[in-house]
């Protein structure tokens, strides 16, 4: 195994020099540094990660606090995030912080207090007060993918919007029964889908169907969708035309209660989701498209921003999501559909 002498003496330079080059001492010319880099390749020498933080103060790793590692928005999110740090030479350390385990109280008061790591990305945690601070108090940088906090950076989707846009899509073919599909009191991310009704309500009560704004709560899952949508869709004197869906989770939920029912989708009953999960395509889900891969990497961006510039000050980075027209919406029966704003919109074929 090749040592920092090694690379020195192939390198023509000291053994400080060479140490000064890899850790990227502004003290190093940049032809000396890239004669440095050139001859640890070729001797394959990596320097270690307690060398490389005693030089430069930093451990080159970042912390990562995920709510839940095992679904698909977290996963994907992480993977973007992974991906970033590996373009930039970073390692990641990661803590599962379920929601009411016995290890998310420890994640934040003894092991992020450790401090092995640069700058911190906490994904989806909607964090406590308590556990806001136990953040801040670190002194490192802390960017968040979803949240509502002003004192850290933040990357989110626009949810508004998104529910906005989703009702809008309805709207236009035609539908006045829209009801309101997802979230309940004991959420762990209660702005998330508070968010998402306030832009479905405004929608409706902006297209003069107000008298018929409705919300039936609903975990945000495919077994909460679909029990909740059995109760919704048993009567049919009161059945909705369409399905906002809080998220694609819930919404197909809500197709499988349909199909079940003998509700046929979306000549019956149209249904439209939030996120563009992995299984969106396969129940032909009318969804908004957001891409948690992008989140990670632009959460990564942001902290790489905040660790070369300590003096930066919070940014938000609000992500605006696209119209995905599958076949589990069309016009009601009877229905004559108004004409269809441009919001953006990319339809899907059949067989996509």
């Known amino acids: 195994m090749s040592t920092i002498a090694d690379v020195a003496r192939e390198a023509g330079v000291s053994k400080a020099t060479a140490s000064r080059a890899l850790t990227g001492s502004p003290q190093v010319s940049p032809a000396t540094r890239e004669r440095v880099s050139e001859a640890a390749q070729r001797l394959g020498y990596v320097p270690s990660t307690s060398a490389v933080s005693l030089a430069t103060g930093r451990t080159r790793n970042v912390g990562v606090v995920l709510?839940?590692?095992n679904r698909w928005f977290f996963a994907e999110v992480l993977e973007g995030i992974q991906?970033?740090?590996?373009?930039?030479?970073?390692?990641?350390?990661?803590?599962?912080?379920?929601?009411?385990?016995?290890?998310?109280?420890?994640?934040?008061?003894?092991?992020?207090?450790?401090?092995?790591?640069?700058?911190?990305?906490?994904?989806?945690?909607?964090?406590a007060a308590s556990e806001l601070e136990a953040l801040l108090s670190l002194d490192r940088p802390v960017v968040s993918v979803i949240g509502t906090e002003d004192r850290t950076s933040l990357v989110a989707l626009d949810d508004a919007h998104?529910?906005?846009?989703?009702?809008?899509?309805?709207v236009s073919l035609g539908h006045r029964r829209i009801a309101f599909l997802?979230?309940?009191?004991?959420?762990?991310?209660?702005?998330?889908?508070?968010?998402?009704?306030?832009?479905?309500e405004r929608e409706m009560r902006e297209s003069g169907l107000a008298e018929h704004t409705t919300r039936t709560p609903a975990e945000l899952s495919m077994p909460a969708g679909y029990e909740a949508a059995v109760d919704l869709l048993s009567d049919p004197s009161n059945r909705p035309t369409a399905?906002?869906?809080?998220?694609?989770?819930?919404?197909?939920?809500?197709?499988?209660?349909?199909?079940?029912?003998?509700?046929?989708?979306?000549?019956?009953?149209s249904v439209v989701g939030i996120d563009d999960h992995v299984n969106a395509e396969m129940f032909a889900l009318t969804t908004l498209r957001q891409v948690p891969r992008e989140q990670g990497a632009?959460?990564?961006?942001?902290?790489?921003?905040?660790?070369?510039?300590?003096?930066?000050?919070?940014?938000?980075?609000?992500?605006?999501?696209r119209l995905v027209v599958r076949n589990s919406t069309a016009a009601p029966s009877g229905a004559t559909p108004a004409a269809v704003r441009d919001f953006g919109l990319s339809r899907v074929p059949n067989d996509a």
């Open 182 to 200: 997802g979230g309940t009191s004991a959420s762990h991310w209660p702005h998330v889908e508070s968010a998402r009704y306030e832009g479905y």
């Open 67 to 69: 709510p839940h590692v």
């Open 83 to 127: 991906a970033a740090l590996l373009e930039r030479g970073l390692d990641l350390t990661l803590y599962d912080a379920t929601p009411g385990s016995a290890g998310r109280e420890r994640v934040f008061t003894e092991f992020l207090a450790r401090k092995r790591f640069d700058g911190v990305i906490a994904v989806g945690l909607e964090p």
């Open 162 to 170: 998104a529910a906005a846009l989703a009702t809008s899509h309805l």
């Open 243 to 269: 399905i906002v869906g809080a998220c694609d989770e819930v919404a197909i939920g809500a197709v499988i209660a349909a199909r079940r029912l003998g509700i046929l989708v979306p000549s019956d009953l």
């Open 298 to 321: 632009t959460a990564v961006e942001l902290l790489t921003r905040h660790l070369d510039d300590p003096t930066l000050a919070p940014v938000t980075v609000s992500i605006r999501p």
